[in-house]
């Protein structure tokens, strides 16, 4: 993801946004604390991350079945 962002390939807010919710996830999998998550940030997240594989398919392109 972050050669992506430093070459401008993608924009750079995937990088920050999918490395927030990975924190997230790594925290609420595998510590044992009560990780408690903003409503809003979560849905900020979900958009962002619709947002990239928006982006990631068309930087891709079209795949041939």
Request: proline fraction near 3%.
């Amino acid at each position: 993801g972050r050669h992506f962002a430093s070459e401008g390939r993608l924009d750079r807010r995937y990088h920050r946004f999918l490395g927030r919710a990975f924190e997230l996830r790594q925290l609420a999998d595998y510590y044992a604390v009560e990780v408690d998550v903003d409503p809003a940030l979560v849905s900020e997240l979900i958009k962002v991350g619709e947002e990239f594989l928006e982006a990631a398919r068309d930087y891709v392109g079209p795949q041939e079945s």
